[in-house]
T-cell receptor
């Protein structure tokens, strides 16, 4: 049981390049999330997927797209990277909301540097 | 709109001592959940403790406990017998069942001095 895994761990891009951050969870969770973390800004939600087949925008969706490929996988794509997207990206997952409170489980993060 | 405020950007504590990290939140909801997450230098977010708003009893997990004051909208984290491995960023977070999104504070950086 690996929990939430993310690839790659670290990436350097040039402005205008594209890339996809991969995330997978093996806990059979319904909901998955992408965050970015910047100094002094805390964690900000980019996109989330409440269940397989659905995605919704978070606080800072501009410049990103997501795909909920199946229940396990939720990818984040940068179509044309900009220096402002230099950040640490976290993927998280949780079971569906309900009577019992559910916790978000985080991956190890991806450090992205856009030059 | 819900907000979470951590008023202490940095804290320090001596090894084996006790430290309390503050968190306040603003909400009009009556049912919600509160969390403390730890982020060590490895960057991974780790759940420390959670509290359901409908429970009056304060949550406890080993050396970690909370002081939940619902009327005051306060949710502080107490770390007893602090250890060097407790050094990390600590984030307070809030969510309701209306959606699955967490609202995050900006974090408190905790240093543990030997």
């Amino acid at each position: 049981n690996a929990g939430v895994t993310q690839t790659p761990k670290f990436q350097v891009l040039k402005t205008g390049q594209s890339m996809t951050l991969q995330c997978a969870q093996d806990m059979n969770h319904n909901s998955m999330y992408w965050y970015r973390q910047d100094p002094g800004m805390g964690l900000r939600l980019i996109y989330y997927s409440a269940s397989e087949g659905t995605t919704d925008k978070g606080e800072v969706p501009n410049g990103y797209n997501v795909s909920r490929l199946n229940k396990r996988e939720f990818s984040l794509r940068l179509e044309s990277a900009a220096p402002s997207q230099t950040s640490v990206y976290f993927c998280a997952s949780s079971e569906a909301a309900g009577i019992v409170m559910k916790t978000q489980y985080f991956g190890p993060g991806t450090r992205l540097l856009v030059l | 709109a819900q907000t979470v405020t951590q008023s202490q950007p940095e804290m320090s504590v001596q090894e084996a001592e006790t430290v309390t990290l503050s968190c306040t939140y603003d909400t009009s909801e009556s049912d919600y959940y509160l969390f403390w997450y730890k982020q060590p230098p490895s960057r991974q977010m780790i759940l420390v403790i959670r509290q359901e708003a409908y429970k009056q009893q304060n949550a406890t997990e080993n050396r970690f406990s909370v002081n939940f004051q619902k009327a005051a909208k306060s949710f502080s984290l107490k770390i007893s017998d602090s250890q060097l491995g407790d050094a990390a960023m600590y984030f307070c977070a809030y969510r309701t069942d209306l959606n699955r999104k967490l609202i995050w504070g900006l974090g408190t950086s905790l240093a543990v001095n030997p």
